[in-house]
């Protein structure tokens, strides 16, 4: 953005951090980078390192709410942080300040069976509440691929999953919360309530926000009844471009999977490489791979059966059925480790997160092979073609750190603009943190920043909470404030 | 013949039906038309005698033949070996053959068979064994499986035995099979436990369900009683001075060692590739300053026979292989032992090891998150810890090699 | 070449759970699956199948609804399912269960080579296979990590043995035992579900067999009996220790001798 006014924020002194401890107690702060875990100067997105010139371990609303309201008052940013698990940047105290992690914030406070919703503190993890709801016969659909993260750090960033097809997001789980504003004043937007035309929805403004616009305290999340049966197909076929226009095919069907992933011969090989495991099947080039649920055998049989037919009157060389525990892990187990077997694969490499309209997802990797070979760099991606969102990643591999930087810039702003064109958007589930602002700057123009903007204000006017990402008048140079 | 009886008078109504249905646990009851029916699926639990007896009854045996429990006598032990090199599982099993022994008066009896396995045979005269009878044949030279089970047979209808047990290795846990169903009597299988009553019926305990339930097993009227135990589930007696017993060689006819195997090659086991396959995992975290400290943490693992694992720092700082990464994205382990040196334990490191059978965590912070799943917390410096545990392992080492 | 690979019809899970008062365990609305090592048996001998000339059967003993297992078998490429269901074969335990199964191999016909998995995911016996062998006079080796070659009237395997590897030459029939992992079994098709959705399955009893002296199967065969089942202790022990680096290594390596790793 052209005017670049930097905020100007008080560095912190022994007044400051006397008074934290006085509010989380000795046990909770740390001071300064000798004593602050490394852990704790970036995130996942590689190539950054910052530290905040505090962390401190909140342990209730009341902690929140008067950090927050002093560091208003004394203007030290303030950058909320969960498992650190985000892959751009979001939850890096770019401007150094105060870290406020919500790590031991991690009760499930209640299950209330009534009104099938659950209600937990922001750092309870992912997979600790999947494994308490699932207990108790109940689902929470949201299945970011990373389990560790915490539930805070998922709302933050609107997180997606693989599930996304069928049950859609987290928004759409979150029925309520607690909020404290920048000021330290606690809100309660939303509730156990089913519906809700009660002005604007202020709850879904702030899942998405990134921490830009106050800190998330509690939260009430809608469960559904745990579906009993669950069974994969994976299908293979001669080749992507055929797999993944079997897609729309499938979702017009109305027999709608909870989970349509794609999958290359290449990629299969890095997982079968870095497992040192076979997959149960190398047929081929390309796969589909399809998940159900459903409350019986039959349900599900009656199911997948009409989209197996689909699938192979487009193409399909046969559909393969896992139905067991063994049979789905042998294929999971490899999707799972997609990620880190190219991560060994390559030196270096960077990732890009775009969604498109389901009926593009084939043009738009067909575009990136051509990406490809154009720029002599490999790029390889998988994801989720049910849902439009795609994981591709660049890797650096001999490549000289110039001709990287060049080559990677370039490639990122094709894809950005293709996805554009489309009628996509810069991130699928990833968030924006500050690694992605420039792309959603094209993506939404001057006014949708200013738009962004003042609703950052309204909310946060001292500009306190994680500046440099959603809603900052600047683009951060990190070594400017 | 033993079987649970249907007594139906009357037509049996659906709501009713389902009741009775489900309690079955192995599904084996049926309905059908208003009739009840039990399919093979039974189990012979006799649930349902207990929760419907209106309608299901246990019928016993008219006839019960009883054998003679008296003509069988003696604990007999397998001797496990590789061309004479026998395997430790051989003296922890005569420790227990001893004990069960002395409790209903029988002696322990070794069966050793082999090629010039002779002057071995006199060892095992210090671990408890009253004699050992020992068949020398070059047939025996490999183990194949005909020849092994006709010296077994044999040895059988000269000893009738009461109890044999045999190692649950890979050659025990397919001899004994064989050598139970030639005798058409009952095998237990990885016993856990194994007590004598006074009429020499063993009870013997194992685990089944992969470990999420154990079974009490008899073999009521049948001899000789077969168990297969694990290595390192049983101790061995302390070596004695003195070798008290006999050796006594067997002959048998060479027809009866024919075979329809032939050994073409022996070759070395190859070590464990993959860190999920190990049984004791040694993982080097940030504790550790320097890439050439690595080696101690190497040396550990060597002497525990385990692998190296560790955790993404180090991957990060290209010191270990991304393979060995331990975490929920990386590998998911669960070895017999794992011990963490200088790890804090990440909510992913964590997920990735915890349900391993022990934990032995070693880090200088108290406070360190690894420690809430550790089942042995050391609060301590590994750089001052695991050279002196090298020590000391090395030492037992020593002190056991002979032994064996 | 005429396969039969040994199959068995478990619960899908084997986390079952003990029912602390009657003892019973609990398997409320628990599905079954083939048991997963014997996946590892029909695998192998599709593959050989598909490189040799040979005819694969599949057999299993248990109620009706083991049927579904041997049509799953079909769509692995398995050619004849075949079922043992009778319920004089009811409460068999490893004795009376190889008899009935080795008098079924007998029956379907001519046998060159029976596969069967390592274990099963209930019983964990691992020693049913040995047992069918013994029933039917044939060699046997357990523990096979590969088939290297398949001969006119042998094949050469490798096995695990305790300390090494052994390569072995076996003529035929006979019996093995394929370990887990020996390969990566395939998915069930879907176009095989379909190309033999009206395929039969042939059922034998007891009567069926050459020898169908009853009081060789089921309870009756038996030579074992279950006393009584119940939940394992679970080791939760947590310890902490504090001292002086000699006496921490100390107290971890009589700790590892303890559990005995060297």
Not at chain 2, 55 to 69: A, G, L, R, S, T
Not at chain 2, 351 to 376: K, L, R, W
Request: aromatic letters at 8%.
């Amino acid at each position: 953005m052209s005017t670049a006014t930097i905020m100007k924020y008080k560095k912190m002194d022994a007044q400051d951090i006397q008074y934290l401890r006085s509010i989380v107690g000795e046990d909770y702060i740390f001071v300064g980078e000798e004593n602050i875990h490394d852990d704790y100067s970036g995130d996942e997105l590689a190539g950054i390192e910052r530290y905040p010139e505090v962390l401190i371990y909140v342990k209730s609303t009341d902690e929140i709410a008067k950090v927050l309201k002093y560091a208003n008052e004394n203007h030290i940013p303030v950058t909320t942080r969960g498992q650190g698990t985000g892959l751009v940047g979001g939850a890096v105290a770019l401007c150094g300040g105060i870290m406020l992690s919500t790590e031991k914030m991690n009760r499930i406070l209640e299950l209330d069976e009534e009104n099938l919703t659950v209600t937990v503190e922001p750092g309870v993890l992912l997979m600790d509440l999947t494994a308490f709801v699932e207990s108790h016969d109940l689902f929470y659909p949201p299945d970011p691929g990373e389990k560790s993260a915490s539930i805070g750090g998922n709302i933050s960033t609107n997180a997606g999953g693989m599930r996304a097809v069928k049950y859609g997001v987290t928004r759409d789980y979150v029925r309520g919360m607690e909020f404290v504003l920048p000021n330290g004043q606690v809100m309660n937007f939303g509730g156990k309530i089913v519906k809700n035309s009660s002005g604007y929805s202020l709850k879904d403004l702030i899942v998405g926000s990134e921490g830009t616009l106050g800190v998330v305290s509690k939260l009430i999340l809608k469960l559904l009844p745990l579906p009993k049966n669950k069974l994969s197909l994976l299908v293979p076929f001669q080749d992507l471009s055929t797999a993944i226009q079997t897609v729309p095919e499938i979702i017009k069907s109305k027999n709608i999977p909870t989970a349509i992933e794609f999958m290359q011969g290449e990629v299969i090989l890095a997982a079968e490489e870095f497992l040192g495991k076979k997959f149960p099947d190398n047929s081929s080039d390309a796969y589909l791979l399809l998940q159900f649920d459903g409350n019986s055998k039959e349900e599900l049989e009656a199911a997948y059966e009409k989209v197996a037919d689909i699938c192979l009157e487009c193409g399909a060389l046969d559909v393969l059925i896992a139905d067991t525990d063994e049979r789905h892990d042998s294929i999971w187990s490899a999707r799972g480790a997609f990620l880190e077997a190219i991560k060994a694969s390559t030196s270096h490499m960077d990732e890009c997160d775009v969604v498109v309209p389901r009926n593009k997802v084939s043009e738009f990797v067909i575009y990136t092979h051509k990406l490809q070979e154009q720029y002599n760099m490999r790029i390889s991606s998988f994801g989720h073609a049910g849902d439009g969102n795609l994981h591709i990643y660049l890797l650096k591999d001999q490549m000289d750190q110039k001709t990287w930087n060049e080559k990677a810039g370039e490639v990122f702003e094709k894809m950005y603009q293709k996805a554009f064109e489309m009628g996509g958007a810069v991130s699928g589930e990833h968030g924006i943190g500050f690694a992605k602002i420039p792309y959603l700057e094209e993506e939404f123009g001057k006014e949708g920043m200013e738009l962004f903007r003042r609703i950052k204000l309204a909310f946060d006017p001292n500009e306190i909470m994680n500046p440099g990402k959603l809603g900052s008048n600047y683009k951060v140079n990190l070594y400017a404030c | 013949m033993a079987k649970i009886e249907i007594i139906q008078n009357q037509k049996i109504e659906p709501h009713e039906a389902q009741e009775i249905l489900k309690i079955c646990p192995f599904g084996a009851i049926e309905w059908k038309d208003g009739k009840l029916d039990i399919n093979s699926g039974c189990k012979m639990c006799k649930l349902c005698t207990k929760q419907k007896p209106q309608y299901f009854q246990f019928v016993e045996d008219e006839v019960k033949k009883e054998i003679d429990k008296s003509l069988w006598k003696g604990v007999v032990v397998y001797v496990e070996h590789t061309y004479g090199d026998i395997h430790p599982v051989t003296f922890e099993l005569l420790g227990k053959a001893r004990e069960l022994a002395d409790k209903i008066g029988h002696e322990v009896i070794a069966l050793f068979a082999g090629y010039q396995i002779q002057e071995k045979a006199e060892e095992l005269l210090h671990y408890g064994a009253d004699k050992v009878f020992v068949y020398d044949e070059e047939a025996l030279k490999d183990f194949r499986i005909e020849p092994y089970t006709a010296v077994f047979e044999d040895f059988i209808n000269k000893q009738k035995p009461s109890v044999v047990l045999v190692g649950g290795t890979t050659i025990g846990r397919s001899l004994a099979p064989r050598v139970a169903a030639r005798f058409k009597t009952g095998l237990t299988a990885d016993c856990t436990s194994l007590e004598i009553e006074e009429n020499t019926d063993l009870s013997q305990i194992r685990p089944a369900f992969g470990g999420n339930i154990m079974a009490h097993i008899k073999t009521p009227n049948s001899r000789p009683q077969f168990a297969t135990v694990r290595y390192k589930i049983f101790s061995s007696l302390e070596r004695a001075e003195e070798a008290k017993g006999e050796i006594i060689p067997c002959q048998i006819d060479r027809e009866r060692l024919k075979s329809n195997i032939k050994v073409l090659d022996i070759k070395e086991k190859e070590k464990a590739k993959y860190i999920e396959d190990a049984e004791v995992l040694v993982v080097a975290g940030r504790g550790v300053q320097k890439e050439e400290d690595l080696a101690m943490i190497e040396e550990l693992a060597n002497l525990l026979g385990g692998m190296v694992a560790s955790t993404r720092p180090l991957i990060e700082a290209g010191w270990t292989d991304p393979k060995v990464q331990i975490g929920l994205s990386g590998r998911t382990v669960k070895p017999k032992l794992i011990i963490t040196c200088g790890v804090s334990g990440s909510v992913q490191f964590r997920a990735g090891m915890q349900n391993s059978e022990t934990i032995i965590a070693i880090n200088t912070d108290p406070n360190a998150p690894i420690f809430d799943v550790a089942n042995y917390s050391v609060i301590g410096d590994i750089y001052e810890i695991v050279p002196k545990l090298i020590d000391q392992l090395r030492q037992k080492k020593i002190e056991e090699v002979p032994a064996i | 070449m005429n396969i039969t690979v040994c199959i068995k019809q478990v619960p899908s899970t084997s986390e079952v759970e003990i029912d602390e008062k009657t003892g019973n365990l609990k398997r409320d609305g628990v599905d079954s699956k083939i048991n997963p090592y014997d996946l590892f048996a029909l695998e192998e001998g599709v593959r050989i199948k598909e490189k040799n000339q040979a005819i694969v059967n599949a057999i299993t003993m248990g109620p009706n609804q083991a049927e579904e297992i041997l049509k799953e078998a079909y769509c692995l490429g398995v050619d004849n399912g075949y079922l043992i269901s009778d319920r004089k074969c009811a409460g068999a335990d490893v004795l009376a269960t190889a008899k009935a199964i080795s008098e079924g191999i007998k029956k379907v016909g001519k046998f060159d080579l029976i596969i069967c998995g390592k274990q099963t995911t209930d019983g964990d016996t691992a020693q049913v296979g040995a047992e069918i062998a013994e029933f039917l006079g044939i060699p046997h080796a357990n523990n096979v990590l590969q088939i290297k070659e398949i001969k006119e009237d042998s094949i050469v395997v490798d096995v695990d043995l305790p300390t090494m590897v052994q390569t072995i030459e076996i003529q035929l029939p006979c019996l093995i035992s394929v370990d887990k992992d020996i390969n990566q079994p395939r998915l069930p098709s879907y176009k095989l579900k379909k190309a033999t959705k009206d395929k039969k399955i042939i059922s034998f009893t007891v009567d069926d067999f050459e020898d169908s002296d009853e009081s060789k199967y089921g309870m009756n065969g038996s030579a074992t009996q279950v006393v009584r089942i119940f939940p394992p202790q679970s080791n939760d022990e947590t310890e902490t220790w504090e001292g002086n680096g000699n006496e921490l290594a100390d107290k971890i390596a009589h700790k590892i001798l303890e559990l005995k790793i060297i």
